[in-house]
């Protein structure tokens, strides 16, 4: 499912994209089971391709000076994306995004929201080179996996992806227009439909289920 929203009330444009999966679950128990599952391997970013499958990109879990790092995401750690097809500098083939908040609410018994919100860093490490993956200092990707008694739901909701500064020279908005292609391509509905998927996919018995 694909959603997009448009306001003028900011200075800037605000775009809203949502991609989503659900799944009824059998029961309460397995609707316990899955979201905490599910919650895991949304925080198990290492493992994203994995759930995703071979389509899609390769996502890296690193500390503030991007060196790669085994544990589930934490407020303040680095996202490192790499985009089959894109490696030139700046970069160094990579794009960098900063986990900004990470938040749980549970409303009552069978109502809960858990969600993974990334922005562009606010300070990038001179060893990463420019950032330009989410195209400006508005821009986030919000993962939120939410719980209504037997349903789940797991979506990507992305806001401000929107080029500030249009490239200087012939070459570089050839390489911009085909850097921009490639990850509308690959960062957006088609990416975050299979990750969605996959987080609720812990076993054969979801695939079926899921939508």
């Not at 500390?63 to 589930?72: K, L, P, S």
């Not at 719980?147 to 070459?171: A, H």
Request: proline share 4%; charged share 25%.
């Amino acid at each position: 499912m694909a959603e997009m929203n448009r306001t003028a009330s900011h200075p800037y444009t605000v775009v809203k994209n949502k991609t989503s999966s659900r799944i009824k679950c059998i029961d309460e128990t397995h609707a316990d089971f899955l979201f905490t599952k599910a919650v895991q391997r949304l925080l198990d970013v290492n493992n994203w391709q994995h759930y995703s499958g071979k389509m899609s990109c390769r996502f890296h879990l690193t500390d503030n000076a991007g060196i790669h790092i085994n544990q589930f995401a934490e407020e303040g750690n680095i996202i490192r994306i790499d985009i089959p097809g894109i490696h030139a500098k700046p970069g160094k083939g990579y794009e960098w995004v900063t986990i900004d908040r990470i938040a749980y609410h549970e409303r009552e018994a069978g109502e809960m929201l858990f969600l993974l919100k990334v922005k562009p860093p606010r300070k990038p490490s001179k060893n990463w080179g420019k950032t330009t993956l989410f195209f400006n200092t508005h821009a986030s990707s919000t993962f939120v996996i939410t719980r209504l008694n037997l349903e789940i739901t797991c979506s990507v909701i992305r806001k401000n992806e929107k080029s500030e500064k249009p490239p200087i020279g012939f070459f570089q908005k050839i390489r911009a227009f085909f850097k921009t292609l490639i990850t509308r391509l690959l960062l957006s509905k088609l990416q975050w439909k299979l990750l969605t998927r996959g987080v609720l996919c812990y076993s054969n018995k979801e695939k079926d289920l899921v939508k």
